[in-house]
T-cell receptor, first 113, second 114 residues
Framework: DAGVIQSPRHEVTEMGQEVTLRCKPISGHDYLFWYRQTMMRGLELLIYFNNNVPIDDSGMPEDRFSAKMPNASFSTLKIQPSEPRDSAVYFC???????????FGEGSRLTVL | KNQVEQSPQSLIILEGKNCTLQCNYTVSPFSNLRWYKQDTGRGPVSLTIMTFSENTKSNGRYTATLDADTKQSSLHITASQLSDSASYICVVSAGSGTASKLTFGTGTRLQVTL
């Protein structure tokens, strides 16, 4: 298996623009997670899905953030409009069971100017 | 509030030396504890997972310990190599089933030099 695949790996955009991050989880994994990582706060859970259904979105910072999972093999995290404070590395992760090992993608580094 | 604190924040050691990273947690109810290695520009990769009943677990030159009474864990790296340079993240799982939640430490950044 290729692992969790994220795109783009790097994104530089201007404040106010829409940003869409994409994730393909490992086939057969029922849980998908979106995390944000910064130097100051480390890894923070934004939202997670189980069988394509959002379960906990309490970590989504504000209405500018939205996430979807239209099918078992694809998820998006969208920021609209983007702000400089959104600059971070965004990780997607998936796991097969509710307490199974978490597999991370390589991350999408977002810079908002 | 569930918290995971790691120390030191950063560490520089010479190649071949040993080192120990610390993780203290206040997470309840405790389910398991994982150590992840994150290379620069990459995603975290699991090194070990420990449950309540496990005191020690090894993965090659990495040995993790867990003291559930004092709520402390350590990751010991033996005979360090340049490739060990990375951030090491302690992650504690609370609860079980669909209520399981992960609390992440902010990591220890290790640099191994010649």
């Amino acid at each position: 298996d290729a692992g969790v695949i994220q795109s783009p790996r790097h994104e530089v955009t201007e404040m106010g623009q829409e940003v869409t991050l994409r994730c393909k989880p490992i086939s057969g994994h029922d849980y998908l997670f979106w995390y944000r990582q910064t130097m100051m706060r480390g890894l923070e859970l934004l939202i997670y899905f189980n069988n394509n259904v959002p379960i906990d979105d309490s970590g989504m910072p504000e209405d500018r953030f939205s996430a979807k999972m239209p099918n078992a093999s694809f998820s998006t995290l969208k920021i609209q409009p983007s702000e400089p404070r959104d600059s971070a590395v965004y990780f997607c992760a998936s796991r097969k069971q509710v307490i199974g090992e978490l597999f991370f993608g390589e991350g999408s580094r977002l810079t908002v100017l | 509030k569930n918290q995971v604190e790691q120390s030191p924040q950063s560490l520089i050691i010479l190649e071949g030396k040993n080192c120990t990273l610390q993780c203290n947690y206040t997470v309840s109810p405790f389910s398991n504890l994982r150590w992840y290695k994150q290379d620069t520009g990459r995603g975290p990769v699991s090194l070990t997972i420990m449950t309540f009943s496990e005191n020690t677990k090894s993965n090659g030159r990495y040995t993790a310990t867990l003291d559930a009474d004092t709520k402390q864990s350590s990751l010991h790296i033996t005979a360090s190599q340049l490739s060990d340079s990375a951030s090491y993240i302690c992650v504690v799982s609370a609860g079980s089933g669909t209520a399981s939640k992960l609390t992440f430490g902010t990591g220890t950044r290790l640099q191994v030099t010649l």
